[in-house]
């Protein structure tokens, strides 16, 4: 897929879900590529923010791996030749396989990796006979894909940015900040339905640049409800209520389209909404203003984000919102449905080419026998039909049932919450893989470290947060030793496996795939083009679709399905040690563990460090002045950071951000899963504050 060294190749921005088009145009020297902006790309139309501005100044930094490195006996990293790497990874990879089973192996696919090689990486982990294949998705939107896919039937945004813009008449933000975490859809599409009349409300215990970009806290028209965080349950119930109290429901659209109606009825019978209201810390009426302009509008959309996701709660968060939406009939018409705002560039297409535990391409469940065997019959071999471990659970699990680990792009030392604990448990293991282009914080823990190449060196597919499939295209190689993830993945398969894993090229890859992934068997990389295209493209000539469901679900019964929920507290509240609840989220400048925003000159030089923000009342309660240093506890560990002091953050919460390996808040956060979706709860742990004090140093405690 390499273009002409001296024409700009036209691709898609490595960073978050949007899906920009941008183009590399390559210099003298393979590492002088420049940033061009492609002025009719699909998604954006030349528009780009600051992080797709700056994604080429990464491709050569000085931090690239350039050749394999092997771990000696003494802890120190040699040069090493691709054929030694290879031989010692499938000789390891077989001695854990008979000495331990199968699934003493865990695999990491990786959202910032094209469509090919995630779909090849969990083809690799069932041919080696487990399913222990997981994603970043788990870290971020695995709730909102469980309780989607389960009661509408696809985990993705029901709708598109497209008919959103011209459709829309309210756009319910809960848990997301698109103006920061996605600014090209909120500048380009959001805030063009707000301009056409569309109103906001904002649901978020952070005032941020959302609601600035949307002037919500300066008109009468738009709402900003601060709601207290881990208390997203409640606030929906007061809204369900709301709208049965005042019939706002769409009674034919219940009858025709749902089931459980009576369940949700019979859950809210009893609900006081005035003490939901105070747990939430809102005014009730302000709540039931909400439920009113959302309810009587004409198309009502919601989205939603990880701060719906990242809790204990996180299914039922989601549930909630698709139980208002489903109660009002704003689903399967263009400006409704219920919308996550995907992370990274290809965590949608990660998690449909079946980099997940009880998924296979397409979200055909392992457990379902005819699915699994349809599958089986392309690949040649069987499929385990017991869905494996979580990426969390294999952390878990490391120096345990798991003793290797095969991680492909991915960061998990800095990622995974309660990072402390998860270094501990990474030392245990008998033999670590990392292909990567840097030198992650993870790459310290492995044996040996495969130097792969960037987003910008080779092309494939990926899939953004609308179900846009687009082609990437690569410019030359900056440094010659090192390989795309799909050629290194192909090799390892074909020594360890002899068949079923040597391809021509990323595109034969890409066929095999469509034979076994339904939402995407009608795709070609011709009719791709430069447009994409919108899953589901079942036939070939299929020209996707830009929103879900118009006549039925997904679902076995075609129904989508309502279910009440209550609300329950995050796992660790507040208490007299740590009174304080620590929130967490990104910042518009930098991405997940940082390990390429935190090298480009231009981001480093807008956001330099990580901080938190402090509301003035708490301020002057832990006598803390703006811009003091301070250190941040919990049971998990502790951080220092400037601090904020800032009225954008409710009183008694404090808000700090993942990306600074010196300070990332994942050191704090709390390792505790949603019990379906796995998800761990980043968006709320019982924390302390202090200034002039000097950290404790401690380690931290056993797990
Ligand atoms: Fe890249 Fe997202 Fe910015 Fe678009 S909005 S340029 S995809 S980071």
Redesign the pocket.
């Known amino acids: 897929m390499s273009g002409d060294a001296q024409d700009p190749v036209k691709t898609?921005?490595?960073?978050?879900?949007?899906?920009?088009g941008?183009q590399v145009k390559p210099g003298e020297e393979p590492g002088d590529m420049q940033f061009m902006p492609w002025g009719d790309a699909p998604?954006?139309e030349g528009r780009?923010?600051?992080?797709?501005?700056a994604?080429t100044e990464v491709v050569d930094h000085e931090d690239r791996l350039t050749d394999p490195l092997i771990r000696e006996d003494d802890g120190e990293l040699r040069e090493a030749s691709w054929e030694e790497a290879y031989e010692l990874i499938v000789s390891e990879m077989e001695r854990i396989r008979e000495e331990h089973g199968p699934d003493a192996m865990g695999f990491y696919g990786s959202s910032k990796v094209m469509n090919e090689e995630n779909y090849l990486l969990q083809k690799l982990a069932r041919r080696y006979g487990t399913n222990n294949v997981d994603n970043c998705t788990r870290m971020c939107h695995a709730s909102t894909v469980w309780a989607l896919r389960t009661s509408l039937g696809a985990g993705a945004m029901t709708n598109s940015m497209e008919d959103l813009r011209d459709a829309a008449d309210v756009l319910w933000i809960q848990g997301a900040n698109p103006a920061e975490q996605?600014?090209?859809?909120n500048s380009q599409y959001f805030r063009q339905a707000v301009l056409e009349g569309a109103t906001v409300i904002q649901v978020d215990p952070h005032a941020n640049k959302t609601t600035r970009s949307f002037k919500i806290d300066e008109t009468d028209r738009h709402q900003h409800l601060q709601v207290k965080p881990g208390t997203d349950v409640a606030l929906l119930n007061v809204v369900l209520k709301t709208v049965l109290e005042n019939d706002w429901i769409d009674e034919a659209f219940i009858e025709e389209r749902t089931e459980g109606f009576d369940h949700l009825v019979e859950t809210l019978e009893d609900f006081d909404k005035r003490s939901a209201a105070e747990e939430c810390g809102l005014e009730l009426e302000a709540i039931e203003r909400a439920a009113e302009t959302y309810a009587t509008a004409e198309n009502a959309t919601i989205f939603t984000g990880m701060g719906m996701s990242q809790h204990t709660s996180g299914v039922d968060n989601v549930q909630n919102e698709i139980n208002l939406a489903l109660i009002t009939g704003n689903v399967g018409r263009p400006g409704t449905g219920v919308n996550p705002l995907r992370g990274q560039?290809n965590v949608q297409g990660t998690c449909d080419v079946g980099a997940m535990p009880n998924v296979l391409p397409g979200y055909q469940l392992v457990d379902d026998d005819e699915a699994r065997e349809a599958v089986e019959e392309v690949w040649g071999f069987e499929v385990p039909d017991e869905p494996g471990l979580t990426n969390v659970e294999i952390s878990h699990e490391s120096g345990k049932s798991v003793h290797g680990l095969y991680i492909m792009g991915e960061n998990p030392i800095m990622s995974e919450p309660d990072a402390n604990v998860v270094a501990e448990r990474f030392k245990q293991l008998e033999f670590v893989v990392v292909q990567d282009i840097f030198p992650t914080e993870t790459a310290e823990y492995a044996d040996v470290i495969l130097p792969a190449t960037t987003w910008a060196e080779r092309g494939g597919t990926v899939t953004?947060t609308d179900r846009r499939v687009q082609l990437m295209r690569g410019v030359e190689k900056v440094h010659p030793n090192t390989k795309h993830d799909l050629e290194i993945l192909s090799e390892v398969g074909t020594r360890l496996f002899d068949e079923g894993f040597d391809f021509e090229d990323v595109e034969a890859v890409f066929e095999e795939l469509r034979q076994v992934c339904p939402i995407y068997h009608g795709m070609t990389y011709e009719a791709l083009g430069e447009e994409g295209l919108h899953w589901p493209c079942y036939e070939p000539g299929d020209e996707g679709d830009l929103y879900l469901y118009e006549d039925e679900f997904d679902t076995e019964n075609g129904l989508g399905h309502i279910e009440g929920v209550r609300h329950q507290p995050p796992a660790e509240v507040p208490d007299e040690e740590y009174p304080l609840v620590l929130t967490t989220a990104r910042l518009e400048e930098h991405?997940n563990t940082g390990t390429m925003s935190t090298r480009s000159p231009t981001l480093n030089r807008v956001k330099p460090e990580n901080f938190v923000d402090v509301h003035p009342n708490d301020a002057e309660r832990y006598g803390i002045e703006d811009g003091d240093e301070v250190t941040i506890r919990s049971r998990r560990g502790e951080i220092t950071v400037k601090a904020q002091v800032t009225e954008d953050i409710k009183e008694g919460v404090i808000w700090t951000t993942p990306h600074f390996a010196a300070a990332s808040a994942n050191k704090l956060t709390n390792d505790v899963l949603d019990e379906r979706a796995k998800i761990p709860e980043y968006k709320a742990a019982a924390a302390e504050i202090a200034v002039d004090v000097e950290p404790t140093g401690a380690e931290p405690a056993d797990d």
């Open positions: 898609i921005c490595p960073y978050c879900g949007v899906g920009c941008i998604v954006n780009i923010c600051i992080k797709g501005g994604a996605h600014p090209i859809a560039n953004n991405y």
